[in-house]
């Protein structure tokens, strides 16, 4: 009788140890990426980098250039400014012939202009305060908006046809020729604007997708959860009383 306790209590410490190596043992986890996403980039436009100021894109889908909300004499000497800087800028084939117009412009019109030039200054005077060096701080910054290299070959070849029709025009005319080129002398410098906000979007867009398919680096332990395993099964011992009490009466 003894040895049949003893054959039990072994076959149930076989049976406990292989019910914990079989609750110990977890299935394998694989971790499986999404392959990469192949996308096409925009390119940046010539002559931006990554951080460049722009002027903001208004609610109306116009930047906020110094070409807004003028009256008619500040369209006019806002014409005279961009013109005066393609004169001083601008190189290449076209390079006399805008001097030599931009030159015949201001004897034909000296006296429309010299009158934009003081109605437009009595405007800033009207606000009242430090009227003047409000007024300097604004043409500086006219004059450096048309001088931004990124947009100079298509604000040049803007301003050679500009002032090769302005030739024609009579001082009853200016103030209309000038609301209609002004525009058109601006737009090389919103259409990169234009082109460099895109260039951003796109890149946002890259860098989620970059984010998303990026692989888990090698110092870095990925958690993932695993079914709980079943509790070991522990061993109890189960006597059979009459085998006891036949023992007993054997001694």
């Excluded at 110990?24 to 392959?35: F, I, R």
């Amino acid at each position: 009788m003894r040895r049949s306790i003893a054959i039990s209590m072994t076959a149930l410490a076989l049976t406990a140890g292989c019910a914990t190596r079989r609750a110990v043992q977890a299935p394998a986890v694989v971790a499986t990426l999404p392959p990469p996403v192949a996308v096409a980039a925009v390119p940046m436009p010539k002559g931006a980098y990554p951080g460049m100021p722009v002027p903001a894109l208004l609610a109306d889908g116009r930047y906020a250039t110094p070409n807004r909300d003028l009256s008619q004499a500040g369209t006019v000497w806002h014409l005279r400014a961009a013109l005066n800087v393609a004169a001083l800028a601008c190189r290449g084939a076209d390079a006399g012939a805008i001097v030599a117009d931009y030159n015949a412009l201001l004897t034909a019109q000296k006296l429309p202009l010299a009158d934009a030039q003081k109605r437009y200054a009595a405007e800033w005077k009207a606000a009242g305060g430090d009227w003047q060096d409000r007024y300097d701080d604004a043409m500086t910054r006219l004059y450096n908006f048309f001088s931004q290299s990124p947009a100079r070959d298509g604000f040049c070849r803007a301003a050679a046809a500009t002032l090769a029709d302005s030739q024609t025009v009579t001082a009853a005319e200016l103030p209309a020729f000038a609301a209609g080129r002004l525009a058109v002398l601006e737009k090389p410098f919103t259409d990169f604007y234009a082109a460099y906000d895109g260039w951003r979007k796109d890149r946002a867009r890259l860098d989620q997708l970059a984010m998303a398919s990026m692989p888990v680096p090698a110092n870095v332990v990925a958690v993932q959860a695993v079914p709980a395993a079943t509790p070991a099964v522990r061993p109890r011992l189960t006597v059979d009383v009459r085998a006891l009490l036949d023992t007993a009466v054997a001694h």
